[in-house]
């Protein structure tokens, strides 16, 4: 019955700002940190974004990259994931950039173009009612997130030829997951797929039960055998439905990127905590976690 879950530790993102949490990770060594505790809390696979140490924005600078990744390299055998999809306000060729240098075992892949809220937030978290309160949205800074299929067929071709990347298919809606299809069925994609189903954000399908069961089973008719998944729910939802994730059968991501909080509704102080709550969740239903190896060998990474 027990079966080996993959971690995910998404450790900073782009959502969120620091003004909204003193424990989110910016400088270099603060995301080198937050990456070594989550891999040795358990976190087989880290997923990383840049940010300007000067003043916490996302950053696409190779520069900030180089800032944590040799650290993470040299401390621990986490697999390193690069995000392509950096912020819905960078263009393709800087979202491109740290993949294409930095030629990860894993990077991101983001199946489809939506809207996107973008926090302009200055309050302060506790003032806050909901994580993803629609009031509390600039409507004026809301972007399109772009991800057409000539950009995600240059990233396909690009990143993922021969021995290259393995992807972290994100999917935020059953749409994407019918593009991957066709993809797997023209043969840009090969099997074992990674999927991750992405619930909460705005502008995709909402964090409920219902719409995972919904994706899962869209996958499992479209996918057959050519997938594993893992579940991301934002905000709050995060611990609660990737825990149904586990139950279904698959793998789950946590990090500070998709949710500042850990339950009962307080700020977690580190990346490590959420990565340590969903383990002890993985390992009270009879599961372990699975460690970088595994990974490896499972999705077949370059090493
Ligand atoms: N922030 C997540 C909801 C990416 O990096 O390519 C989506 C994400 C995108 O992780
Ligand atoms: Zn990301």
């Given at each position: 019955m027990g079966r080996k879950v993959v971690i995910t530790c998404a450790v900073t993102g782009s959502i969120y700002t620091p003004t909204?949490?003193?424990?989110?990770?910016?400088?270099?060594?603060?995301?080198?940190?937050a990456?070594?505790?989550?891999a040795e809390a358990g976190a087989a696979?880290?997923?990383?974004?840049?940010?300007?140490?000067?003043?916490?924005?996302?950053?696409?600078?190779?520069?900030?990259?180089?800032g944590f990744i040799p650290r993470i390299h040299q401390a621990c055998d986490a697999v390193l994931n690069i995000s392509t999809g950096g912020s819905s306000v960078m263009s393709l060729d800087e979202r491109l950039a740290p993949a294409r240098a930095?030629?990860?075992?894993?990077?991101?892949?983001?199946?489809?173009?939506?809207?996107?809220?973008?926090?302009?937030?200055k309050k302060r978290y506790k003032d806050w009612k909901h994580e993803w309160e629609p009031a509390l949205l600039d409507a004026t800074k809301h972007t399109t997130f772009r991800n057409t299929y000539e950009d995600i067929e240059t990233i396909l071709s690009e990143l993922g030829q021969g021995d290259g990347a393995r992807f972290e298919f994100e999917c935020y809606d059953l749409g994407h997951i019918e593009t991957l299809a066709f993809y797997l069925r023209q043969g840009l994609v090969k099997p074992p797929l990674y999927v991750q189903?992405?619930?909460?954000?705005?502008?995709?399908?909402?964090?409920?039960?219902?719409?995972?069961?919904?994706?899962?089973?869209s996958a499992d008719r479209l996918l057959g055998d050519n997938y594993q998944f893992s579940v991301l729910a934002a905000g709050a939802h995060q611990i609660p439905l990737a825990t149904m994730g586990v139950i279904l059968g698959g793998n789950v991501r946590v990090g500070l990127e998709d949710s500042l909080t850990v339950p009962p509704g307080r700020l977690a102080e580190s990346n490590a905590e959420q990565v340590r709550a969903i383990r002890t969740v993985i390992e009270a239903l009879g599961h372990e976690v699975a460690t970088p190896e595994d990974v490896r060998s499972g999705l077949g990474l370059k090493g």
């Open positions: 909204m949490s003193p424990h989110l990770p910016v400088t270099g060594s603060e995301i080198a940190r990456s070594i505790d989550a696979i880290i997923h990383l974004h840049a940010r300007d140490p000067e003043n916490g924005k996302p950053s696409a600078d190779l520069a900030h990259f180089y930095i030629k990860p075992e894993m990077c991101s892949l983001n199946m489809g173009s939506m809207n996107f809220g973008i926090f302009t937030l189903f992405v619930l909460g954000v705005m502008g995709g399908v909402g964090a409920s039960p219902e719409n995972l069961m919904a994706m899962k089973a």
